[in-house]
C-alpha cells in the first residue's frame, strides 16, 4: 500500500511538471494554441472545447491528479476561439482546415490513436477528423454534451434558441453581451456556485470572439458519412450528458447518432448541467476513465508518430 500511494504522489508531481503550451502553425498559417499536461508516455486524450469558449474550461481536468497520473492530456483553442487565429473570410473555417488543425496537434505532441473528448461544438470535429484523415488517428470518441455533426436537427433547447440570435448580433453591443453572459451562466446547472473568476473567464473566452467569426462558424458545413462508416465498423462511441443540460437536447442528439454507432453506449450524470465535466467532475472523471480503459490497457507505453 505504501508502495502503491507513493507511486502515484511521484507519478502527479512529475506529470504536473510535464505541462506545456505551444502555438502551432495550421496548414493555411493560422496560429492554434494548444496544452498538454501529464506523461507523454501515456495514452493521450484530447480535448476539444465548446462554441465561442476556449480550451480554458477543461482547467479543472488538467488539474486532476487520477487523470494526470494515468493520461496525457492534450486540448487546443479552435479555431476562430480562445488564444487561436481568428482568420475573418469564411474559406478559412472549412471542414479539411478543421482536420488539418488536429492533425497539426497531434504531430507536435506526437499522439498515436487517442481518445477524442469533444464537448459540445468541440465534438463536431469528430466529423471533420474522419472526412480528411487516415483511419487510426483516433481511437475513441466522448461525445460529452456533445453534437458530432452539425448538421443535426432539434439540437439546442428552447433556453438557448433565446440568446443565440444575440451572440450572432453585429450592431448591438448590448445585446450581444448580455446574450453572451446568459450563455455562460446556462453552461452551469447552479451558475450562483460557480466562482467568479472562473464564470469571468469563460465570459472573457467568449467576448474576445466577435460576432462575424461565430457566425462563420456556425454557418460551415460537414459530411458525416466517413464518421458514421466508422461506427457502422466499431469505432467505441461514448455519449454522455448531464440531466440538467439547459443548451442542449441531449437525448435527441443521441438517438439521431447512436444508430450509426455498432459499439455505443449512453451514460447520463445526475444533476449536472451542460459543463457536466465542471459540474461533475469526479462522476465525468470516472467514466472517462472506464471507457479509455475498455478500449484497451492504458498503462503501457504506446508508440508516438
Not at 496548414?27 to 492554434?32: A, Q
Request: net charge negative; charged share 10%; proline share 5%.
Amino acid at each position: 500500500m505504501y508502495f502503491q500511494v507513493l507511486f502515484f504522489v511521484t507519478t502527479t508531481l512529475l506529470s504536473a511538471l510535464l505541462s506545456t503550451a505551444v502555438v502551432i502553425t495550421s496548414s493555411d498559417g493560422t496560429d492554434i494554441f494548444a496544452t498538454a499536461a501529464g506523461n507523454p508516455h501515456n495514452p493521450s486524450l484530447v480535448f476539444v472545447h465548446g462554441f465561442a469558449l476556449s480550451g480554458i474550461v477543461f482547467d479543472n481536468l488538467f488539474h486532476n491528479k487520477y487523470l494526470l497520473a494515468h493520461f496525457y492530456l492534450v486540448a487546443y483553442d479552435l479555431r476562430g476561439h480562445g488564444r487561436s487565429g481568428k482568420p475573418d473570410s469564411a474559406d478559412a473555417y472549412t471542414s479539411q482546415l478543421f482536420a488539418d488543425d488536429f492533425d497539426a496537434v497531434r504531430t507536435t505532441f506526437k499522439l498515436n490513436s487517442s481518445i477524442l473528448i469533444g464537448w459540445s461544438y468541440g465534438a463536431s470535429v469528430a466529423s471533420d477528423i474522419f472526412t480528411y484523415l487516415e483511419p487510426g488517428v483516433i481511437s475513441g470518441f466522448v461525445s460529452a454534451a456533445g453534437i458530432p455533426y452539425l448538421g443535426l436537427t432539434d439540437a439546442n433547447t428552447p433556453l438557448s434558441l433565446t440568446y443565440v440570435p444575440g451572440m450572432l448580433s453585429t450592431d448591438d453591443v448590448t445585446l450581444s453581451v448580455s446574450s453572451k453572459l446568459a450563455f455562460v451562466e446556462s453552461c452551469f446547472a447552479n451558475p450562483d456556485e460557480v466562482p467568479i473568476e472562473v464564470m469571468w473567464s469563460w465570459l472573457g473566452a467568449t467576448n474576445i470572439q466577435f460576432p462575424a467569426i461565430s457566425n462563420l462558424l456556425l454557418a460551415r458545413t460537414q459530411d458525416v458519412t466517413q464518421l458514421y462508416a466508422a461506427g457502422a465498423a466499431g469505432l467505441p462511441l461514448l455519449i454522455i450528458y448531464g440531466t440538467a443540460d439547459a443548451v442542449l437536447q441531449d437525448a435527441s442528439i443521441a438517438s439521431q447518432v447512436q444508430p450509426h454507432f455498432t459499439n455505443a453506449q449512453i451514460q447520463t450524470i445526475q444533476g449536472a448541467g451542460h459543463a457536466l465535466f465542471y459540474d461533475k467532475e469526479a462522476a465525468f472523471v470516472n467514466a472517462l476513465f472506464q471507457f479509455a480503459t475498455s478500449i484497451g490497457d492504458p498503462f503501457p507505453s504506446r508508440r508516438r508518430v
